[in-house]
């Protein structure tokens, strides 16, 4: 097989990410034999011009923990959304000219859109935020919109809304029933970790989300789901926003081959 487009996911680590498998069936049952997927994980940032260099078939990213937000200085050029947002979780690379041009997207926010919507639509008024890196980014942006209020969780930093772990309490926890987790703990293969919130007060009203799809239930999720809560793992909205970046991607190739 001679492979005419490649494309790939950056991050560190990767053992978790579902995207080579899902694009290697996405082009098998396409019959897109000349496209190719592979993971790409760097250990730092910076490696990435290298890896653009070294892979000239390379037209499409990725983009997974923890580069979301400090890959924006390596880009040429960002979408309104993403740059509204200040996170990138695609890029499209341009090599029509001398040096690859690169443009940042931002595909978490119609995969977490779609992806909650599909349960709660916009029933929920008040909305915690547990983790404040690139990912929580992209959800602030959807749930400031459908709530009336939101929150986000950090360990490490406080300030305008937001609040250390430390402060959820029950009153907190009652008033704040959806509870969305945008940090890796719990994820394979520590699968005992969660955040550290105070689980008693959950209820049967709350709903919890977690962006972690591996394993399928997570600590978190488990131990909402012992205490009556609604859950959804980060299944679908990885495929919601993978379709999405296709669909940039194939976007971008059209025009470059039409110019």
């Known amino acids: 097989m001679v492979v005419k487009k490649e494309f790939g996911l950056i991050g560190y680590p ?13 082009f098998n049952r396409e019959g897109l034999h000349a496209c190719n997927y ?9 490696e990435l011009p290298d890896l653009i260099a070294t892979h000239p078939k390379l037209v499409g990213l990725n983009v997974t923990i923890p580069y979301k937000e400090t890959v924006i200085p390596y880009l040429d050029e960002m979408d309104i959304l993403a740059e509204e947002i200040g996170a990138v979780n695609t890029i499209t690379i341009d090599r029509r000219m001398d040096k690859p041009r690169l443009k940042g997207f931002n595909t978490d926010v119609i995969g977490f859109t779609r992806a909650l919507n ?48 430390s402060e959820l309490d029950e009153k907190i926890i009652s008033e704040f029933e959806l509870i969305v987790n945008t940090t890796p703990l719990g994820a394979w293969p ?27 239930v997570t600590r978190f999720l488990l131990m909402g789901q012992d205490r009556g809560a609604r859950i959804r793992n980060g299944m679908k909205m990885l495929e919601i926003q993978a379709e999405a970046s296709w669909d940039i991607w194939m976007t971008a190739l059209q025009l470059n081959d039409n110019s």
């Open 118 to 165: 599909l349960e709660v639509g916009s029933g929920y008024r008040k909305a915690l935020i547990l983790g404040t890196g690139g990912a929580s980014k992209a959800i602030f942006h959807v749930i400031k919109d459908i709530c009336e209020d939101v929150l986000l969780v950090s360990a490490s930093r406080t300030g305008p809304g937001i609040i250390s772990y």
């Open 38 to 46: 592979i993971n790409h994980p760097l250990m730092n940032i910076r």
């Open 190 to 216: 520590e699968l005992e970790a969660c955040p550290p919130i105070p689980y008693e007060f959950l209820t049967e009203n709350h709903y919890l989300f977690d962006l972690v799809y591996n394993p399928e």
């Open 14 to 26: 990767l053992s978790h990410s579902f995207s080579r498998r899902f694009f290697k069936e996405k």
